[in-house]
């Protein structure tokens, strides 16, 4: 037996439950179920398509639920980068604001590989497929047409099933240093345009740093092609 040099002798039954009763109290929170409207609305929102560049978003799981009750306005977060698997969405009820953490899938049409296939290998119709896939986690650039894939080489291995994104092949630039370039910026509503010049040459779903013509600042973007690069706050095909 134990014993404290104040108390009475312990016995082991009592001493177990000293020890393990706090663990097994879980906090209210934790045991309290999400309240129906507030789930019905996340619902909701999903539903009507959550969708970014190419790709929709279905819900896996909420991390942490507002506490709170009735029915909530959600969006996505200004800077969302390329299609993860976990992000906060935002929650907002009134003048209360929630950032709410969430697992999805990003499905979307693209183009896999069939099998197993070495670096340095030249891509060929018959070792590509289109199907519709999960892209959360990616980086980069995809398509959806195996055509536009043929001939180009692969700079790693690549397993059966894999997608094809632009930073596993080498890419002919469509971008050289020095081209003037059309900026899209697109937050929300707001859609602004700009020109800018380039600073390197980059390929299809580079990142490409270019600098806007009228106020000199250096800017990150992504090329969608020979003219055009987006600056890319909501997410985006890359």
């Not at 934790?30 to 619902?43: C, F, G, I």
């Not at 094809?164 to 003037?180: A, F, N, Q, T």
């Amino acid at each position: 037996m134990f014993r404290h040099p104040l108390s009475k002798p312990l016995s082991i039954a009592a001493l177990l439950l000293t020890v393990l009763l706090p663990a097994l109290i879980l906090p209210g929170s934790a045991l309290a179920a999400p309240d129906a409207k507030v789930q019905q609305s996340l619902n909701r929102f999903f539903d009507n398509g959550v969708a970014v560049a190419g790709a929709t978003a279905e819900l896996i799981k909420v991390e942490n639920w507002p506490e709170t009750t009735g029915s909530v306005a959600w969006s996505l977060p200004n800077h969302l980068h390329g299609h993860p698997k976990r992000f906060s969405l935002v929650a907002v009820q009134g003048k209360k604001r929630w950032y709410v953490p969430v697992n999805v899938h990003w499905w979307t049409n693209a183009v896999v590989i069939k099998q197993p296939v070495p670096a340095r290998s030249l891509l060929s119709k018959d070792m590509m497929m289109n199907t519709r896939t999960d892209i959360a986690g990616h980086s980069g650039y995809w398509w959806d047409n195996s055509a536009s894939l043929v001939g180009m080489r692969l700079n790693r291995p690549l397993a059966k099933g894999s997608v094809i994104l632009s930073s596993y092949v080498k890419i002919e630039p469509v971008i050289k240093r020095g081209d003037i370039v059309q900026i899209i910026l697109e937050v929300g509503r707001l859609h602004v345009r700009a020109e800018g010049k380039a600073l390197r040459s980059a390929g299809k779903g580079d990142r490409l740093k270019v600098q806007n013509m009228r106020s000199n600042e250096i800017i990150q973007t992504i090329v969608e092609d020979k003219n055009t690069v987006r600056v890319r706050f909501n997410g985006g095909q890359g």
